[in-house]
T-cell receptor
């Protein structure tokens, strides 16, 4: 059974600081997704990582995938308040097509 | 208008009642999913459908049933609702020919008293 662990689960940071959210998973996969959820809202796709070494960047967020380490990171650069949200990683096992989600990281960016 | 529409958005019901949550999409995607979200637990897959004639159970299908009435419509039913089915429910779609990225509806918040 695929397990997906995110850490930290709660992250409070100051504007302007950098930080990284980690997503570890337990079985082989080369397909990993990051989603953002604002309070009471739906999930919005942020990044799709489909191969070892994949790196994607959008604004102050950068995601990477290391399939050998079974690890993805979501790096936040110079955080701003608008980035406050819950971030989920989700992993798709080979030949399964069903995503397994992590529990999410609640990010709060304080002025 | 949203590409993935869920109705109702909020519903309060009593134990033992039958509830249907509906999902329709205009994205033309073949795959559709129902997820449940509980605080601190991420999302758990209830049922998924890869086309109109293909329905599959997910991790937590007990107490739920689904119907894929058309490519664009996928309904989730709770035959006899119980309080621990109180949750936020999401429908999602996926284009099987693309990257595996899911597109989510706005969610249906269900409270069972």
């Amino acid at each position: 059974e695929l397990k997906v662990e995110q850490n930290p689960l709660f992250l409070s940071m100051q504007e302007g600081k950098n930080y990284t959210i980690y997503c570890n998973y337990s079985t082989t996969s080369d397909r990993l997704y990051w989603y953002r959820q604002d309070p009471g809202k739906s999930l919005e796709s942020l990044f799709v990582l489909l191969s070892n070494g994949a790196v994607k960047q959008e604004g102050r967020l950068m995601a990477s995938l290391d399939t050998k380490a079974r690890l993805s990171t979501l790096h936040i650069t110079a955080a701003v308040h608008d980035l406050s949200a819950t971030y989920f990683c989700a992993v798709e096992p080979p030949s399964n097509y069903k995503l397994t989600f992590g529990k999410g990281t609640l990010l709060t960016v304080n002025p | 208008d949203a590409d993935v529409t869920q109705t109702p958005r909020n519903r309060i019901t009593k134990t033992g009642k039958r509830i249907m949550l509906e999902c329709s999409q205009t994205k033309g995607h073949d795959r559709m999913y129902w997820y449940r979200q509980d605080p601190g637990l991420g999302l758990q897959l209830i049922y998924y459908s890869f086309d109109v004639k293909d329905i599959n159970k997910g991790e937590i299908s007990d107490g739920y049933s689904v119907s894929r009435q058309a490519q664009a419509k996928f309904s989730l039913s709770l035959e006899s609702a119980i309080p621990n089915q109180t949750a936020l429910y999401f429908c999602a779609t996926e284009d099987s020919k693309r990257t595996g990225e899911l597109f989510f509806g706005e969610g249906s918040r269900l409270t069972v008293l």
